[in-house]
């Protein structure tokens, strides 16, 4: 077993009270500086660049402007005197060091040969051209034709010889960048284009994944024949029988806790608080809905509980048929509420203690009396007239635990806790010992004799109707049954691959579901043992791709698993663990292997049938951050956080591979690429808001002349800067906000992955700011990729740290209800809320 799943024996599930905030703000602002570091040295490099570019440009117009007109000459001497530049000598260093783009040359020889030719049409473009200057977006004739424009007016200086037309640009700022995106020549008139909304719409269709690694007391079983459980903002609903997915949406942050109603069809479901787009705390409440319906019945606490729900913290009353629910908040103090469920008005509050608490619950026979445990505590509280009194459990001559995970009252009323020294302890009230507690002490509740029953930690504890109880075991990865007195019947282990069990749920007599610290949730049975009806990533997912021809798709996460998943069957194919984990991958046109690209610089080629190896490279030491095969499978580019793109020849339907060549220009890491229609051509992004455009097959070489792609089709579109995409970004963005983009394969829209959690739907192509959308919710974390499937009929896409991967279907307009409700609605497999336009 690998340490991470040891480790869960020793610490708590609830890691809200082992990282400060302080360190967390440290963290971010540690962050923010390197970005910004980063993005100073490649406005140096790219001020540099250009400036280079500048010199070889200016003894080219010299030459042409001497040859047709010597007195153009001498005006070319007295610009190029003034700004500091003779042949082949660059700036001074200290106005590079400006990190500005010194196009000042060029814009200076322009100036002086249009004041010979019409110094009034001069004036009205520099009057223009300031008027301008505020927006977003401007404007602006190219260089590359501003340079021909000079040329051919110099040889008179009243007249013009040939005529050249000014091509027009779009100019968009990230973080006072200027980007320069140019108009494609089917664009005649760009002010009167008009953005929509697109025809097509999502659907969530599937959530693939469970929150069992930090999340407890998760998985329960309705009488619908239905698993409930969550995962990041979705609340999923399961029929194993079936194989049908509901979808409860209300959420708008990630799920933390459920709790199910004694009649076993309301559930309550508590979220955490999080933060807006703007970095302001949202407010967490918790929902209380019916599983029949899923129509959202009571919202309690909004704005309440601070942080949100802790984990395990939701609890129905039982001896008065679910009048009451038990909260607790995520706060320092762990703050312990009681509400009227029916009117939603809270009842009594009390602050339990500033160390972790993992399980809450009425006393079945009494709602007036509440349990709560955690870390290295056990506390029974009894509610009289609003208020709360505290009687701490008296460990006496039995080691303490670091951890009480768990616990349950047996038909007795007895209260078995579970910890993380694997002992089951029995808790009776008894008159308290007065030579140990001294005079004047009232009765306690105090252990009567510890159980061993697991081999590292208890993670939870199921009472039975025949009075049995069931346990599950952390390092030990046993499920054992207990006969009323605590007397072991059975057990089996879980194999090693799910890892430990977390909590367990009873189907029938002989069947039950187990998830686990693996996010995991399997159904069996002791006699026929357990298979896995619910599989999930354990960590931060960026890598995704699509099958050129078959519905299926891979993923891969900092858990080094990659996935290969079915979108008919809704289930995993097969999972293999590397030795580094992967960022990104794609398949071969000939769709018969896979290629991933890992963190060291490392990619491998993957059989998809036999899963070996059949192919590995390294390309530097740093992370590899994309991976595109050509459409005609002749070629493969691998972008690295070197800062250069890396061209292979392949061949043998992409079975052998060579180096062709390297792409070198970059100033920054490389974020994403696409090649164009003929495989001859590669757009690329990078992350100092680059875009470059080069000819792989004459040699890898850079196209310094970016107007001249500005007609390319490109066989892919995931690029997030690009003059067909720049709608899809807000005023004000950092380049940071989108994380990912996908035009579907009929080229109708593009899907965006942002980093508040959403994926928008634009219509395609969208350049024109403000373009509208249709916005999704359901990822608890940053968007990380989107992707659609080889005919268009679904995208997919996967949130980071919630390791959750979501399956929409895309539809014709006219399905669905408005927007509005997505947040306060839900959605099922076969129909889902219609999110608004944003």
């Known amino acids: 077993m690998d340490s991470s799943t040891n480790s869960l024996d020793d610490v708590s599930a609830d890691g809200s009270t082992d990282f400060p905030d302080r360190s967390s703000s440290m963290e971010v602002r540690l962050q923010a500086q390197e970005d910004e570091i980063t993005l100073l040295k490649s406005s140096l490099a790219d001020a540099l660049r250009r400036i280079r570019m500048h010199d070889q440009l200016l003894p080219i117009l010299k030459q042409q402007l001497i040859a047709v007109n010597p007195s153009a000459a001498r005006v070319l001497n007295q610009v190029c005197y003034s700004d500091g530049f003779t042949s082949g000598r660059k700036l001074s260093s200290s106005s590079a060091n400006d990190g500005i783009y010194h196009a000042a040359t060029a814009a200076r020889v322009r100036r002086n040969s249009e004041k010979l030719a019409n110094p009034e049409r001069q004036r009205k473009r520099l009057d223009k051209k300031a008027a301008s200057s505020a927006n977003l977006l401007t404007r602006s004739p190219s260089l590359e034709s501003r340079a021909k424009e000079l040329i051919a007016s110099a040889g008179s200086p009243g007249s013009r010889r040939g005529t050249y037309s000014q091509e027009q640009s779009i100019k968009m700022f990230i973080r006072g960048r200027p980007i320069t995106m140019y108009v494609p020549s089917n664009i005649q008139n760009y002010d009167n284009l008009k953005m929509e909304l697109p025809s097509e719409r999502l659907e969530l269709d599937w959530v693939y994944g469970y929150r069992g690694r930090d999340c407890r007391a998760n998985l329960f079983f309705l009488p619908s024949g239905e698993a409930v ?30 709790a199910v109603h004694p009649d076993n069809v309301r559930v309550a479901s508590g979220q955490t608080a999080g933060v807006d787009k703007d970095g302001k705390p949202m407010q967490a409440c918790v929902h209380i809905w019916d599983s029949t319906t899923l129509v959202t019945l009571q919202q309690i ?134 030579k140990t507690l001294g005079k004047g002490a009232k009765e306690t509740y105090q252990i009567v004799r510890p159980i061993k029953a697991h081999e590292g930690s208890v993670f939870t504890l199921c009472i039975l109707k025949c009075g049995a109880l069931l346990s599950g075991g952390g390092k030990d990865r046993k499920i054992i049954r207990w006969s009323a007195d605590l007397a072991p019947e059975r057990e089996c282990e879980i194999p090693e691959k799910f890892g430990a069990v977390r909590t367990v749920a009873v189907v029938d007599d002989e069947g039950l579901l187990v998830g686990t610290t693996r996010n995991a949730i399997l159904r069996g049975s002791f006699s026929d043992g357990f298979v896995a009806i619910v599989q999930g990533h354990l960590d931060e997912m960026w890598g995704l791709a699509t099958h050129p021809s078959q519905n299926i798709f891979l993923s891969c996460s900092h858990d080094r698993q990659v996935c290969l998943w079915n979108t008919e069957e809704h289930n995993l194919d097969w999972c293999i663990t590397l030795e580094e984990y992967g960022l990104c991958a794609d398949f071969c046109p000939s769709g018969s292997v896979v290629s991933v690209g890992l963190s060291t610089g490392r990619w491998v080629v993957l059989d998809l049938v036999t899963k070996e190896v059949i192919s590995e490279f390294i390309d530097g030491n740093e992370q590899l951050s994309v991976m595109r095969y050509s459409p005609d499978g002749r070629f493969l580019a691998v972008g690295s956080h ?13 079975r052998r591979y060579s180096r062709f060549g390297r792409c070198n220009g970059h100033s920054s890491f490389i974020t994403h690429l696409d090649w164009s229609k003929d495989s001859c051509y590669i757009v690329s992004n990078s992350g100092d808001y680059e875009i470059l455009y080069w000819d792989i097959a004459g040699g890898c070489k850079l196209l310094r002349n970016r107007f001249e792609s500005k007609d390319r089709e490109w066989a892919s579109f995931t690029c997030v800067l690009g003059f067909h995409v720049i709608g899809v970004w807000l005023e004000g963005s ?12 009929n080229e109708r829209v593009v899907a965006v992955a942002d980093d508040f959690c959403k994926v928008h739907l634009f219509q395609y192509p969208c350049p024109k700011p403000k373009a509208p959308s249709y916005k999704y919710e359901g990822h608890g974390s940053h968007v990380t990729n989107v992707c659609f499937t080889h005919n268009d009929s679904h995208l997919l896409s996967i949130g980071g740290k919630d390791t959750c991967i979501l399956q929409w279907k895309m539809t014709r307009g006219g399905v669905g209800e408005s927007r509005e409700t997505l947040a306060s609605a839900s959605s099922t497999s076969t129909s889902s809320p219609e999110p608004p336009a944003s």
């Open 229 to 258: 459980y969550f995962i990041a903002c979705v609340i999923v609903l399961y029929h194993i029988k079936n194989r049908m997915q509901r979808h409860y949406r209300k959420h708008t942050d990630s799920v933390r806790c459920l």
């Open 642 to 654: 070197d800062n250069f793109i890396y061209i292979y020849s392949v061949t043998e339907s992409g």
């Open 734 to 745: 950092d380049g940071t906000d989108i994380n990912a983009l996908c035009r579907s394969h």
């Open 301 to 434: 606490g909004l704005g309440t509980f601070q942080r949100g729900v802790g984990m395990g913290s939701l609890a129905f009353s039982i001896a008065d048929s679910g009048t009451f629910l038990c909260v607790i908040d995520d706060s320092n103090e762990h703050i312990l509420s009681v509400w009227d469920c029916t009117k939603g008005t809270k009842h009594a509050e009390i602050k339990t203690t500033n160390e972790a608490v993992f399980d809450v619950d009425f006393n079945p026979s009494d709602s007036n009396n509440i349990i709560t445990c955690g870390k290295s505590h056990v506390y029974f509280w009894t509610l009289s007239a609003g208020q709360f009194t505290k009687k701490q459990g008296i460990f006496g001559k039995y080691k303490k635990p670091k951890f009480i995970h768990c616990f349950v009252f047996s038909l007795t009323g007895d209260v078995l806790t579970g910890d993380s020294e694997g002992n089951i302890l029995p808790w009776v009230k008894s008159a308290a010992d007065t």
